[in-house]
C-alpha cells in the first residue's frame, strides 16, 4: 500500500518562501515519480512540478520555473517542494501525488494521471 503525507504549509507573505514535504511509504517502484500538484477554489486541479525518484530528473510547470525546486531524498523516502518569491496567485491547496513506473512509461512525469495522492495542504500567500 502506497501512503503520501504531507507537511509544511501555512500563510506565508508576497516574496516569502515555505516548503512542502511529502513523506511517502511503499514499494519503490509504485511511486516511481513524485510529483506536486495545486488546485484554487474554483479551479482546474494544476501540476506544479516532478521528479524521479531514480535518476532526479526534475520537471516544472512554465508558471513556477524558476522559483520553485523539487527534490527527493530516497533514504527517508520523501519529496520536497521548496517555494520562493511566491505570489498571491500560488495560493492553492497543494497535493503530493505519486505514479507508479508503468504508468509513467505511459504518460511521463507532467501527465495528470498519478495513481496515488496525499491529502492536501494548504498554501496562503497574503500580506
Known amino acids: 500500500q502506497v501512503q503520501l503525507v504531507e507537511s509544511g504549509g501555512g500563510l506565508v507573505q508576497p516574496g516569502g518562501s515555505l516548503r512542502l514535504s511529502c513523506a511517502g511509504s511503499?514499494?519503490?517502484?509504485?511511486?516511481?515519480?513524485m510529483g506536486w500538484f495545486r488546485q484554487a477554489p474554483g479551479k482546474e486541479r494544476e501540476f506544479v512540478a516532478a521528479?524521479?525518484?531514480?535518476?532526479?530528473?526534475?520537471y516544472y510547470s512554465d508558471s513556477v520555473k524558476g522559483r520553485f525546486t523539487i527534490s527527493r531524498d530516497n533514504a527517508k523516502n520523501t519529496a520536497y517542494l521548496e517555494m520562493n518569491s511566491l505570489k498571491p496567485e500560488d495560493s492553492a491547496v497543494y497535493y503530493c501525488?505519486?505514479?507508479?513506473?508503468?504508468?509513467?512509461?505511459?504518460?511521463?512525469?507532467?501527465?495528470?494521471?498519478?495513481?496515488?495522492w496525499g491529502q492536501g495542504i494548504q498554501v496562503t500567500v497574503s500580506s
Open positions: 501525488a505519486t505514479k507508479k513506473f508503468a504508468s509513467n512509461v505511459r504518460d511521463g512525469p507532467t501527465g495528470p494521471n498519478y495513481d496515488y
Open positions: 511503499g514499494p519503490t517502484l509504485s511511486r516511481y515519480v
Open positions: 521528479i524521479t525518484w531514480t535518476d532526479s530528473n526534475t
